[in-house]
């Protein structure tokens, strides 16, 4: 059996959660719900991130005890993944006591070991993103990603030897054994690390953090402390060289804000802790509001619910994985989910489904049956519908996901390939219907007609199971309108539910309720 681990940054809880955090976190989720769907041992870990400089100002400013703040702001991460149906395993804090002793742990071990010694640092820092910047990083003066100004920090810390690992770092990315996607950005970090890295500081003077073990006085960098959450999420206890069983993870998944230090500090922390590193950081793009990166800090977010409330659940996922093309930035707004919502959604898979039940419906009033197929023989356009089309069809998908090319599995099976290649469901199907016309066959009682049912039913079985990782209760509700039985189904053997004909003739098959009501802006 293969495995599967993927995991979402750990968000900050500085404010409450927008959709770009949604983004990452559903294309974690349908990635995770696909590898589980095709039997994969897969394990799906997100979490918040609750100590930082920031987090204590705001509780400060609040009059609230920093506690208190973290468990506010790290509960609507929580709930708002509830409502997004997100799958994941487990939800790691950084303030649950088992993370902290395991990062207390394995930093005095780095202690131990001589790679954190103590020394003077000073620089820049930004609190938004909790980094030192250099003047070089700056646009006129303010940090790019939060437009603040950051402060000149001067303090005795304890220093990590990053400088030691630049070598096996540049060397695990250009060997792909730390795989960087987009190639760009592999390309990106191979420039920032032919100078080499420098030693950072691991320590702040504040209040608000894991204490250091062997000096009380300061509390660990935001960023270590972070970084171990991967491991800690899955159990570690902090030991050296102990390897978690679903470690390494399988893809880390982000945006470009963070990759830096996912590409640095993170695999130096590994190599130091005797541990593999990621075998992927998949770079996602960043949504944006008026050609704006949307951010707390910026005030132009767009909250999850916002979606939820509008389209519902499974269309706010739908529109979310399909709003840029996976590792690029793209502009997102209401009048564009809006426009998408209704082509793809409503006139689309929706209108498919309540076209395609009640021709069924017409074809039984008229006493015909199902005719199950080979799926074969019906030339339209040039294209054979034969169950090797179906079977391609799964490969295609398969491979676009195990790509983590998330937007193009929907291509897929929305058609949006200008062959109608695949399966493509909906065009697909919809123009199956309209060449084959089943109901002037259904008025003249030709029992063909039961044949071309079959084939658009069991398409749309097929269809069902490639939507589920996307929207899960679309899928149910259609797979439970052919007679299936989707949570039962998904403990059976997957190999099985992607061949042809799984569709019986005798099925009970009931029309579904409207999928996706048209939106009117
Ligand atoms: O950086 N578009 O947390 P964070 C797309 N705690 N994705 C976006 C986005 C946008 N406009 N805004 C945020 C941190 N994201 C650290 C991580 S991990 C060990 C510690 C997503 O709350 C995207 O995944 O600032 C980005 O990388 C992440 O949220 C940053 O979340």
Known sequence: MKKFYITTPIYYINAAPHIGHAYSTVSADILARYHRMRGDKTFFLTGTDEHGEKNLIIAEKEKINPQEYADKVSLLFKDAWQKLNISNDNFIRTTDEKHILAVQKALQYLYDKGYIYKGEHSGLYCSGCEQYKTEKDLVNGLCPDHKIKPTMVSEESYMFKLSEFSGQIKEAIEKDELLILPRSKKKEILSFLKNGLKDISFSRKIDWGIKLPWDNSQ?????????????????????????????????????????????????????ALKLPLPKKLFIHGFFLVDGQKMSKSIGNVIAPNDLMNRYGVDATRFLLASATPFG?????????????????????????????????????????????????AENYKGHVFSHISIENAWKSYGDSLNDLKIDRSLALLFGSDSENRGLGVVNFLDNYITSTKPWELIKEKDEKVGKIMYNILERIRHGAWMIYPFMPEIAEIILDSLGFDLKKELKSNFQDREKWGILSEKAKIKKPKILFPRINS
């Open 219 to 271: 509390v660990a960098y935001v960023w270590p402390d972070a970084f171990l959450n991967y491991l800690t999420g899955l159990g570690w206890d902090g030991t050296a060289g102990k390897t978690p069983e679903m470690w390494p993870a399988d893809v880390h998944l982000m945006s470009k804000d963070i990759l830096r230090v996912h590409a640095t500090i993170w695999p130096a922390m590994l190599l």
């Open 328 to 376: 690029h930035d793209g502009d997102i707004g209401i009048e564009k989910f809006d426009e998408k919502y209704n082509a793809d959604l409503a006139n689309g898979l929706g209108n498919l489904i309540s076209r395609s039940f009640s021709l069924y419906e017409q074809m039984k009033k008229a006493g015909i049956e199902l005719q199950k197929t080979g799926g074969e």
